[in-house]
């Protein structure tokens, strides 16, 4: 069974950082692409960040780039989002994704998380 479980949210003042953790297991996501992707309140999902399974390319949404950072560790099966700077607009439920070719769309994604809730206060 493919799961994909996040951790690490919570509530946070503006200005101060959060990092996520997305923990795979079921499959072998070493060879797949990683993603983060965040819904607001009323709003759309939206693309974050995202990472080859190499590291060989990371994208990121303009809103977050200089601010947020991903990264992965194969051997733990695990992708990271160091959030910095957080701003009240960053907030929405963070969810991972996994696939074989990744990149800024959610359908290109075969693999998601449930999500973790990540606030904002002003």
């Known amino acids: 069974q493919v799961q994909l479980v996040e951790s690490g949210g919570g509530l946070v003042q503006a200005g101060g950082s959060l990092r996520l953790s997305c923990a795979a297991s079921?499959?072998?996501?070493?060879?797949?692409?990683m993603g983060w992707f965040r819904q607001a309140p009323g709003k759309e999902r939206e693309f974050v960040a995202a990472i080859s399974w190499s590291g060989g390319w990371i994208y990121y949404a303009d809103s977050v780039k200089g601010r947020f950072s991903i990264s992965r560790d194969n051997a733990k099966s695990t992708v990271y989002l160091q959030m910095n700077s957080l701003k009240p607009e960053d907030t929405g439920v963070y969810y991972c994704?996994?696939?074989?070719?990744?990149?800024?769309?959610?359908?290109?994604?075969?693999?998601w998380g449930q999500g973790t809730q990540v606030t904002v206060s002003s």
């Open positions: 079921g499959r072998t996501f070493s060879n797949d692409a």
């Open positions: 994704a996994a696939g074989p070719r990744g990149g800024y769309s959610s359908p290109t994604y075969d693999y």
